[in-house]
């Protein structure tokens, strides 16, 4: 590298986070910092071009190295100490948490320290920077490659990821070692580099060099070509969320409804269903699914039925017109407690209220409680069971009369018509009176219940959760 070079690589890397818009106008900039090259040439050239008020070095000393961690250590320290940069230091034992979380020792290093910048970036506003560069790109591409990896892996490395941000992907690693080269900066080489124990370092020690051989650009042909599946795979992203809205029930267009309608996600190619529902598992809260399983829910779709657990303890049924994602009670034991006026702790944690007034209140006590859905009784044909009234789940042998309906049927049968997804039906609560069910959670009051003409008093029933987030 010439002289005056390392300034046009800085210029190429103010434009690069210029135009990816990597860094909002406030907030901490978390520098992940080694001694490597790569992370101490884009520290110092984020000191550069930001105030260093804003800059946050990170170091993670994982154990794992013995002395040779020492020294990267207090090299960084010391580095820190002269540029006038805040630092924490986070002192991990990764080989002993690998031993116990059964993790390999590469990821379980990831984890721990991307669990450390996570906590250093707290705020809306704050971002974490990693060293990754053109060259980490093209070894990435092919380890996914190798790996069976879809588009989205072929993708590689993206520039924002969340709150990550990678400032030196426009770079070269040979760029920000002559970077160093130029300004001085005096960079250490970690021993595991070297090691072609792992599966990455291979790839940049003997598969790269032989590519090199059939094509010299291999690197930017690499990176170019992990661009063009990152813009598909941006626009297969954006139809299958599309796609994903038009699932979801008349008037249950908010995320984190528990049911989608299957028909829409039946007529999409496979590729697009199978995006959906990625998405919809996402914003479930449930971990992202291996390849296997949602292979298996896009054949449950397909047929129009089906019911399988994912890790985690979460159940996917299908059913006919109908595709529900729940998470599995941790306790599938039932429960029963009796009835205490006005408040009833339930086994799950949930809240019941009971109130009692004349029917001439009935109207101002909605309007109090903002019930759009009240569910009301006829106390006056139920006040006499008051002794035995309790709140449980569901048994063996239940019978329902729903109002309305006149007839009684299992809750089996009940149920099962209503498509309630088996992993929901055991949560479901119910008032009852000895052997009679007053009212069922989602199907209201018995027929006999039923407020009418006659009625006197009505008995006003409420279902919290845990949070005090009212039921219907």
Known sequence: MSKGQAAALLQKVRRWIEEEGLFPQTGWIVAALSAVADSLAMTAMLASLFPKERILCAHVNHGIRGEEAQADEAFVVQWCREQGLALEVLHADVPGEARRSGEGLEACGRRVRYAFLEKLAFGENDRIATAHTRSDQAETVLLHLLQGAGLRGLSGIRPIRGKIVRPVLCLSRQETEAFCREEGLLFRTDSTNSSVEYTRNRLRLEVLPLLRELNPNVEETLVRTARGFRRDDDCLEALARQALEKARPQGDGEAGSPFLKTAPLQSLPDSLALRAMELYFRERGCPRPETVHLETALGFLKAGGGRMHFP????????????????????????????????????????????????????????????????????????????????????????????????????????????????????????????????????????????????????????????????D
């Not at 029917?359 to 309007?367: A, F, T, Y």
């Not at 569901?394 to 099962?416: E, M, Q, T, Y």
């Open 312 to 471: 985690g303890g979460w159940e996917l049924s299908v059913w006919t017109d109908r595709l529900c994602l729940a998470q599995i009670p941790e306790s599938s034991g039932g429960w029963e407690v009796p009835v205490s006026l006005p408040e009833t702790r339930l086994g799950d944690g949930r809240r019941l209220f009971l109130e009692v007034f004349p029917v001439s209140e009935m109207k101002n006590r909605i309007n109090f409680h903002n019930l759009l859905f009240p569910i009301l009784f006829d106390y006056d044909t139920i006040s006499r069971s008051q002794a035995f009234w309790a709140v449980r789940t569901r048994r063996p042998g239940d019978r329902f009369v729903p109002a309305g309906r006149g007839v009684a049927k299992s809750l089996k049968k009940l149920l099962n018509e209503a498509r309630v997804p088996p992993s929901q039906r055991e949560r479901l609560a119910m008032l009852t009176a000895g052997e009679e069910i007053l009212w069922l959670e989602g199907f209201g009051v018995c027929q006999r219940c039923r407020p009418g003409p006659q009625t006197r008093q009505v008995l006003l029933l409420r279902l919290e959760d845990g949070a005090g987030k009212e039921k």
